[in-house]
């Protein structure tokens, strides 16, 4: 019998659906483009507002801003040192788009992000360093929205443009706010500073009709019940230190589940044996997967033998669910 293709088992998922067969979070990228000025890849890299970037292989080629080099010292001065970047006014949205559509299946989903840099806390440590920033947050809470607001100017101007252009089914919108053992701001900083800018992001995306996901590491679970109320229909990497269960009971289909897998834990042990890592897939799927909102995302970063044997295992039941 033909099963649905990923794409189409996916978006089920997203719909709130029961898919076919549980689903897999790479499916989310496979036609994913991200229509925003601004340089990446494996190498090295200054962001359009300056900071620097350093590549790691070690974390599958995942940048993050290089150590103790701070381009903002003071929040309050801001405006002179933060720039609208010139890349803005010379990016080719239309050619980019054009170029995109035209290797795409049109049959298949476009799922897209319309912003520049990283999300809006993560580009304040960047900027600041994570002490500053944090302490930016208490002592000038009203700069450091005036900050956001205006990078929120920004991703709000190419969010447009992606839409029109690109005319996208998803949109993938991501901030890592919190740490495998807490967020790093409180709920009221969270609700004051970042609720508006997040919401304000992903509110003309949910207005053309767009699917969206969200992307934050660590325990997520105080911010769940606010990305569910901004429309947001899916979430990743979803990780274990989170409650994923209270959340699946508390939300059921409403904001779909993606990930479920400690790819640091014990998973990466040395004395962690083959069967003991697909024993641990085949719980984390047994646990998530029943009733739906859920799609499979396990992965062992600088590993590859193990992670072969995570893909083995999910592939050999994830039809067995539904």
Known sequence: MARLSEHENYMLMLKGEIPEYVPRSGAWNVSFRGLAPGPGGT???????????????????????????????????????????????????????KTVLDDRDPELPRFSSGSIGNGYFQMLVAFMGFNNGLVACLEEPDEVKALLNFILSINLEIGAKAIDLFRPHAFGMGDDIAHERAPFVSEEVFVDIFEPVWRATVKPWKEAGCYAQHHNCGDFTMFVKYIVDMGFNSWNPAEPCSD?????????????????????????????????????????????????GYAFGGGIMGMPDRAAWVTDEFEKIRYSYY
């Not at 962001?47 to 070690?58: E, K, L, Q, R």
């Not at 080099?69 to 990016?91: G, H, M, Q, T, Y």
């Not at 990930?259 to 998973?267: E, I, L, R, T, Y």
């Open 43 to 97: 190498e090295n890299f200054t962001d359009p507002f300056g900071v620097p970037y350093v590549v790691s292989a070690h974390a599958n080629n995942g940048a993050l801003p290089a150590p103790d080099i701070f381009i903002l010292d003071d929040i309050r001065k801001w405006r002179d040192v933060i720039k609208r970047p010139k890349i803005l006014d010379e990016f080719d949205y239309a050619g980019v788009a």
């Open 244 to 292: 994923l269960v209270g959340i699946k009971k508390e939300f059921g289909r409403k904001i779909a589940i993606v990930g479920g897998f400690d790819g640091n834990g014990m998973v990466c042990w040395p004395q962690t044996t083959e069967e003991e890592v697909r024993a641990y897939v085949r719980q984390q799927v047994d646990l998530l997967a029943p009733d739906g």
